[in-house]
């Protein structure tokens, strides 16, 4: 057993955003190394502030499912046949992201807390920075 008390954890930028003005920041709960062999990848505690979005960004071999506790966001979803769809987010929706697709922004006047859980497919794929 492991207990994570994530009010004793600090907010740092995410591993896709500029350290020196992220987008979203995030508290790592629980990494690979941390878990059992098996598809999880990581389970963060995030906060998108009020104006933020994410830097643009794909994950090569990882589902996301995205978890909202507080605020309203927005979610740009980029479909492999290129393909945009918007969904409207707030507390208590969840959405599952597949690979190389999301983007998302505070459209709210509140930050955007949720939890992000990755699941990948074990293929050793990259975070890529697109923009």
Known sequence: ???VRGNERDFEAASHEDPSDPGVLKKVLASKADLNPGRMQMLNWSLLKVGKSFRRHY???MQEVFVILAGQAR???????HTAIVVDLRAGDAILVEPHIPGMENTGDEDVTYL???LSSEMEGQTVVVG
Do not use: C, L, N, P
């Open 1 to 3: 057993m492991r207990v």
């Open 59 to 61: 994950h090569e071999d």
């Open 75 to 81: 979610m740009h979803i980029e479909e492999a046949d």
């Open 116 to 118: 992000v859980f990755g």
